[in-house]
């Protein structure tokens, strides 16, 4: 059976490695499908679909964008998206200004609290990305000695709760899906049991979604099984992947959550329905 992971990440967003070098260890793991699912952009799909079909991969172009409800950050994988689409753009380009705002925020807070990081630091870590995130101002921490690992720089600093923490600017989740669908792509929730919610199912209720993903590394067996019948009492696609970052994490490392080609076939039925 055709393994298919969808979701990773390189490092125009908050990954380690380029995105050629994504699909060719997804390639060398045995994964005959991906999704490749940078936060917030688009940057790295043309040079990984081009990769991915020198290596015979299917690949399925995507991003994961930042909602906001309540308060509560909230992620949405996007399958099938299509490189410069106007709509989509706009939508990007906003959430990189909030993310820019944010990091901006974040040093203003560390200036306060004693800590010397500029902005250099922070785009020096943060390398090709596209998205600068919290992780890339945890990176140039650990690069100026602030602290020496990564879990350290949240748990001091950038945690909820932690004196240099700044709540994510997000847009609205219903603005976010109509755009997703508008500009042709499938919206899928992501993660869902990492929100801390008792009853995801009734918090997202109304949400217009495509799909759910039900195979997460933060997922246990039963879970996986709770938001894949989730998923199917709604009649969408219960989709899965390893949110792989890199090294960094080894217990989530590629492929260590797939899901069969099939459900790939199910997204693009979806999207093809939702474009007649």
């Given at each position: ?12 967003s ?11 260890r ?44 309540a308060?509560?950050?909230i ?8 490189v ?56 140039a ?52 049991g ?18 759910i ?64």
């Open positions: 059976m055709t393994r298919a992971d969808l979701h990773a990440h390189s490092r125009v908050d990954g380690i490695f380029p995105p050629l070098e994504v699909v060719r997804a390639h060398g793991a045995g994964i005959g499908a991906l999704a490749l699912t940078d936060h917030d952009t688009l940057a790295g799909l043309d040079e990984a679909q081009r990769e991915a079909e020198r290596l015979g991969l299917a690949f399925v172009p995507g991003c994961e964008v930042s909602v906001d409800v308060g509560r950050d992620h949405v994988l996007a399958y099938f998206v299509t410069g689409d106007p709509r989509l753009q706009a939508l990007l380009a906003g959430a990189e200004r909030m993310r820019d705002e944010r990091m901006r925020a974040t040093l203003a807070r560390l200036a306060e609290a004693g800590v010397t990081l500029d902005e250099a630091d922070v785009r020096r870590a943060a390398a090709a990305s596209h998205a600068i995130g919290r992780l890339h101002v945890a990176r921490l650990v690069s100026r000695g602030h602290v020496e690992t990564l879990p350290e720089a949240f748990l001091r600093y950038l945690g909820s709760g932690a004196c240099a923490y700044v709540p994510k600017q997000t847009p609205s989740a219903s603005d976010t899906l109509c755009a997703l669908w508008d500009a042709g792509a499938v919206p899928v929730l992501a993660h869902p990492l929100y801390g919610l008792e009853e995801p199912e009734r918090f997202f209720a109304d949400w217009d979604l495509g799909g993903e039900a195979r997460h590394p933060s997922h246990d067996p039963a879970s996986e099984a709770r938001f894949a019948a989730w998923a199917a009492a709604r009649g969408v696609a219960a989709t899965g992947g390893s949110d792989w970052h890199g090294d960094e994490r080894p217990s989530a490392y590629l492929g260590c959550r797939t899901v069969a080609a099939e459900v790939v076939d199910a997204l693009r039925q979806i999207r093809r329905r939702c474009r007649a």
